[in-house]
């Protein structure tokens, strides 16, 4: 989520998923995942991040975090810190210990959100050295102004958008970069928004507005024609890839990586 390198990404950190992934946070009501198959589309998913030009760093899966595949939403990295998040999901919060550990690899600068703030990265969009930070279910008050403190800190700014209907921000918007922002359903008409090229993505086809701007390159799930012709008609080249396992757990494209 962070950008370094005039925007661009170079590295990546993923998680592999685990067999206890059967056992995750869903709402989606599509049914279990298939372990096996979540397997494959994860490998395909390492392998379009490492066409985008990013080194992958991929971490051996843990069993006893049946969601820990979607590890963006346990930290936020910036070009100036790092910031471990406070999942709100209880069965999430002891996550962030191996997380850090890999972390402190990479940054020298390394904040935390303490309780009772909570805060998952999937929330938070970043446009440039701002943040946009969406108050769900999974980050509260306390969290979000934790965050907002932390980057003004770092000379980074934040600001809140009340989210209605979907369970993070970026379940409903990406930014692009170029001023362009991929968005559906409430973020439409968000007024914070509207400064943006906004690239819409229709209600039916919703769970392609979790996409990721990598280097030039989109990344968009697998089945979506229209959403993906939308993105190609702003002038980029997009990427497909089948995450059809991990949207059972209420996860996207942009959940199974850190990029920084």
Not at 15 to 38: F, Q, R, V
Not at 94 to 114: A, L, R
Not at 124 to 147: E, F, P, W
Request: proline share 4%.
């Amino acid at each position: 989520m962070s950008k370094k390198n005039n925007n661009y990404f170079s590295t990546a950190i993923v998680l592999k998923p685990g067999k206890s992934l059967i056992k995750g946070i869903t709402t989606a009501n599509l049914g279990k995942p298939d372990y096996e198959k979540a397997v494959k589309q994860h490998n395909n998913y390492v392998n379009a991040l490492k066409n985008c030009g990013l080194k992958v760093r991929e971490l051996e899966a843990n069993e006893n975090f049946p969601d820990s595949a979607f590890v963006e939403d346990v930290a936020l990295l910036t070009p100036k810190c790092a910031i471990i998040t406070n999942p709100g999901a209880p069965t999430r919060k002891e996550e962030i210990k191996e997380i850090q550990n890999v972390i402190q690899q990479f940054y020298n600068d390394i904040e935390k959100i303490k309780s009772p703030g909570t805060v998952e990265a999937g929330d938070i969009m970043m446009v440039g050295s701002h943040c946009y930070i969406g108050l769900s279910g999974r980050t509260n008050l306390n969290g979000a102004n934790q965050l907002i403190n932390i980057l003004n800190k770092y000379g980074m700014t934040g600001s809140l958008i009340e989210l209605k209907n979907v369970l993070h921000l970026k379940t409903g918007v990406a930014y692009l970069e170029n001023n362009n922002l991929v968005a559906c359903g409430e973020f439409l008409k968000e007024p914070e928004f509207q400064k943006f090229n906004i690239i819409k993505i229709p209600e039916e086809e919703n769970y392609a507005a979790n996409c990721v701007w990598i280097n030039g390159k989109v990344l968009i799930p697998e089945g979506y024609p229209v959403a993906k012709q939308n993105i190609i008609n702003a002038g980029y080249e997009v990427i497909e890839i089948d995450v059809s396992e991990f949207r059972k757990l209420d996860g996207g494209l942009s959940c199974l990586s850190l990029r920084f």
